[in-house]
């Protein structure tokens, strides 16, 4: 099942032709998509986290902060000297030519784009950095809203697992990075001891990393295991095995079930999107 967006549709496509095969994947039959799929995109159905996290600027305020800072105008600098101008280039420039680097980078891995060539490694930790802020406070550890919502997609793989069924063996989903991120926080996974802020540059050491863990092509996968007296349950993401906030990697689903709760039976969704 895909999302009603070109991009997600080509995922699919792709991946059964991987699957299956390329002559047959014609014959493949996908659901048709829904706007706004309350599974797939549940975030475009939640008013308050639109509001209060989505267009409030001070969801941007820890990025901005770190923009202004000197570790920034340093960046600035740095890239107008690597091509001989006199501040001709201002932030907006220089984050245009990185997004550029990025994607032709991942268009053709081969060929080095030439708009990397004036990019340092200190320059692009600093760009990542604010990359790094800006989706942990919308789409990570933030605000509560942004995460706990996710609770209708994990509520969506429990009632999956609770079938214990023979069929179907898998159910694969496509969506976009903003379900991702918030899927990934709901799990407890990525979580720094601290709450992010721009002051946590220097030491570079922070888990929420979105360069790493919300590539292109990312992928988590809930694996259930039928042992002999019991189903175990695995997250992996990036096809890493996961450890989860239990300390456990395999871990018993009933154990799994009351670890997230509120996932199942306690997924308020309509009531925490709601605006008062």
Known sequence: ????????KASATFFAAGLFGRHVVKDVWFPKPIKNDPILRFYKLCPRWQREVKNNPATLSERKKFEESEHMLNIIRSVNRMLNLEDELDLDDIYLMYLTCAFETAWNKKNKSPWCSVFSTETVGGLEFAEDLKYYYRDG???????????????DVMSHFENKSEYPKATVYFTHSGTLLKLLAHLGL?????????????NNSHQWRVSKIDAFGSNLAFVLYKCPSKYKLAVFHQETLMRLPNGEEFTDFNKFKKLYKSSSNECAFEEMCSIA
């Open 1 to 8: 099942m895909y999302t009603a967006t070109h991009r997600t």
């Open 141 to 155: 550890y933030g605000y509560e809203v942004s995460y706990k919502q996710a609770c209708r997609m994990l509520g």
């Open 190 to 202: 990525y979580k720094d001891e601290e709450r992010l802020k721009h002051t946590h540059y220097s």
